[in-house]
């Protein structure tokens, strides 16, 4: 399994971002997939994920500010960022579960203030 991110970047708060993670080799439409983020000196977190049924799941910090969705047909999910905060600023990582795990190599989300 082979995940890409792509989208991210350098932002002012109150902006917005969308990610994009193009899985590969999975059979992408039984699993659940999702956000990770880290940021300097801090544990990684999840931000959310949704399941093959599109059902989701959101960190409370990104509730009403960001959306996960999920394109089968593309085999890509997606993370909507909107009115982002300087502590959003993180790398962002995408998750696959199979139920093995797989992680993309992260991509760098900077808000500044």
């Known amino acids: 399994v082979h995940l890409v991110e792509s989208g991210g970047g350098l932002v002012q708060a109150g902006g917005s971002l969308r990610l994009s993670c193009a899985a590969s080799?999975?059979?992408?439409?039984?699993?659940?997939m999702g956000w990770y983020r880290q940021a300097p000196g801090k544990q990684r977190e999840l931000v959310a994920d949704?399941?093959?049924?599109?059902?989701?799941n959101y960190a409370d910090s990104v509730k009403g500010r960001f959306t996960i969705s999920r394109d089968n047909a593309k085999n890509t999910l997606y993370l909507q960022m909107s009115s982002l905060k300087p502590e959003d600023t993180a790398v962002y990582y995408c998750?696959?579960?199979?139920?093995?795990?797989?992680w993309g190599q992260g991509i760098q989300v900077t808000v500044s203030s």
């Open positions: 949704i399941n093959s049924g599109s059902s989701t």
């Open positions: 998750v696959l579960v199979d139920p093995y795990v797989y």
């Open positions: 080799g999975s059979s992408f439409t039984i699993n659940v």
